[in-house]
Structure formats: C-alpha cells, structure tokens
C-alpha cells in the first residue's frame, strides 16, 4: 500500500476561484462550436435567430445579408474541428445609425451566482478565443446584465487579415446588482461586427455602468462593408478570474446534452393506428422551461411520414406542454383513413425551443 507524507499544510492565500457550480469553468456552451442541431449552413440571414451553431444567436438589424455556417476553417494545432463562419453576401458599407450585426451568447442568472455579482467580493471574468476575420481593426466585445441594465464593453484587434489569432480580455467584477436566482437570461456575452452611430456615438463603457446605447460598441469597424469579408470565431472562453486557461473541451455527449437544455430535435413514431388517440413522451433532457413546440416532417408543418409505404399524412391536434421534461396531445389523422392505411407506424420530428 502506498504512502503520502507531507511535511506541512499551509492555509491558501491569495485569490482563488470557486469552481462553477456545473461542473465547468467555462460558463459558454458549446464554445467549440461542436454541436450544430438546426443546420451547418444557412443562406440569405437578415433577421435575428438563431440559425446553425448552438446557443450562439445572430442579432441583426439591417447590415447585410449574410450566409452563416458551422465551417472547418480552426486554428491549427489547437485542438478545435470546428468554428462559426459569417460570409457577407451583400454589402453594408454606410450603416443607418440604428444597424447592428451582433453574435451573442446568454446566460441563466442560477449558474453565475458564484461569480458574487453585487457585492464587494464580485469576481472578474477573462474572456479567451480564437478569431479569423478578412476585415482588419477594432472590434468589441460586450457583457450586458439584463437583469440590472448594466454593460461593460472591451476591445481588441484583428491585426492580420485572414489569420487566426488568440484573444484574450478580462473585465472586472462588477460591486453593483446581484443576478436573479433563476432560470432565465441575467447575462450577454455579445461580439460586435458591426454598428450604426447609435451604438458608435459615445465613449466605449470599459467599466461596468448603466447601459447607454451610444457606449456599447465604439471604434467597431463595419464587416458589413464588403462581400468579401468572412468572420471566423471558435473557442470561445469566458471563465472566472483574472487569466486565461486552456480551452475546456467536454465530450461530446456532455457539450450535446448541455445544448439540449434550450433545443432538441426529437423523430417519434406512432404505432396506434386508431383514426385519434393519445401521444406522450419524456425529453431525453430536461430543459430550461417549458419549450415552444413545432411538429413537422421535411419542413412541412403537422405531416407525419409511414415507414411502410412512405405516404404521408396531415395531424390535426393541439400540443399541450406538460412542463419542462413532457409532453402530451389529443392527435387527429386528416383524413381519417390514413390511420388504418399500414401496420408499419407513423414518423414524425419534434422540435422544442427553449432558448433564452
């Protein structure tokens, strides 16, 4: 049997960290841009959504139109296979003073209670990761506190155009209001590619104070200016205290179940062939809230496939949301005769959104 002498204990001095209390130093998910649940490539974006990499959300108004996609364009050695692409695929290169092209990334205020927002002792936090981008300049990034209306905003620069570069910026810990206990949104992590006057027009806020529009994105250049200019992003880090560590890859498994807290895309199969009955299942993952639900097959809306003469069928009924972990629904075959049309059951495809 083996056997550890030490000389001495020493009480630790100095800052230290708790560990968040998920289990993860990194309070993004999916920072890797690994899970990419609703597509890896969607075309002609204008307005705000989320579109392909998960818990990642474009925020636009006006400034382009843009193709966004899950790309394998990484940074060399690094570890990463996989990184969020933005390609302008039309121009923007004088913005009205309210246009604004964001990526964004929130936060439920129950996994940041360790950070000590609030008070005396609040944590700073070090933001890492890695950006390519065609265009050179300032870009900013900003953390807003929805819960107190609070923004601090931080920049850094691409110096060489179409080269992956590590960034790395700390913010402070804010003393003023505490984020809510709960389940909703309390934090924004929020990249800036570009911004009208409205957001340019101030002093960049470096510290943490209320938020003003004109504050939040000053110097921003415009990667909206050009068609050829793609914006690259992956590793994204945001971690309590005052320096960066190693990106934290988790296994697949794990980083997927985290995303399925706010999205999940579920196949069921019906195998009652009455003409209406009752339909119920459990997610595989519990999720944030109650999720909105959409049920559809090859993008049409209420149609369930048979797996054994490929037919397809209308489903008249109303969902109703059991909670955050179920389902259940009334449903109505249209028409009637679709039921009994096959012994080989019915196949369709849930989603479920619960994105903050």
């Keep these: 049997m083996s056997e550890l002498k030490v000389d001495k204990v020493s009480p630790r001095t100095g800052n230290y960290v708790a560990l968040n209390t998920v289990g993860s130093k990194n309070i993004v998910i999916n920072g890797d841009m690994s899970i990419a649940q609703r597509s890896t490539s969607v075309a002609s974006i204008t307005a705000t959504g989320y579109y392909t990499v998960d818990r990642f959300q474009t925020q636009i108004s006006s400034l382009g139109t843009w193709t966004q996609s899950q790309s394998t364009d990484v940074p060399s050695g690094q570890g990463f296979a996989t990184s969020l692409k933005m390609d302008c695929t039309t121009a923007d290169a004088a913005p009205a003073a309210g246009d604004y092209l964001i990526i964004t990334s929130r936060f439920e205020g129950q996994n940041l209670q360790y950070l000590k927002k609030g008070t005396a002792s609040a944590t700073s936090l070090t933001l890492s990761f890695w950006v390519k981008s065609t265009k050179t300049g ?182 109703t949301i059991v909670s955050n972990k179920t389902i259940r629904y009334w449903y109505a075959f249209s028409p009637a005769s679709w039921a009994t049309a096959t012994r080989s059951g019915w196949e369709t495809e849930y989603t479920l959104d619960s994105e903050l």
């Design 138 to 319: 300032t870009f900013v990034v900003q953390l807003f506190d929805s819960d107190n209306t609070r923004q601090i905003s931080k920049s850094y620069t691409v110096n060489v155009s179409n080269t992956w570069e590590k960034k790395t910026i700390t913010y402070e810990g804010d003393t003023t209001g505490a984020y809510d206990n709960d389940n909703n949104g309390s934090l924004q992590l929020n990249f800036w590619l570009g911004a009208g006057t409205t957001y340019t027009s101030g002093t960049l806020q470096t510290t943490w104070a209320a938020y003003a529009d004109a504050n939040s994105a000053v110097g921003q250049v415009n990667i909206a200016d050009s068609t050829s200019n793609d914006f690259y992003i992956t590793g994204v880090q945001l971690e309590a205290g005052t320096t960066a560590s190693d990106f934290e890859f988790l296994p697949n498994d794990i980083n997927k179940n985290r995303c399925y807290r706010y999205f999940q895309k579920l196949s069921v199969v019906l195998m009652n062939f009455n003409t209406t009955g009752l339909l119920g299942f459990v997610f595989p993952v519990e999720m944030r809230a109650n999720p909105s639900v959409s049920r559809e097959y090859s993008g049409t809306a209420n149609r369930m496939y048979n797996v054994g003469n490929a037919a397809t069928a209308d489903v008249v009924s109303p969902i």
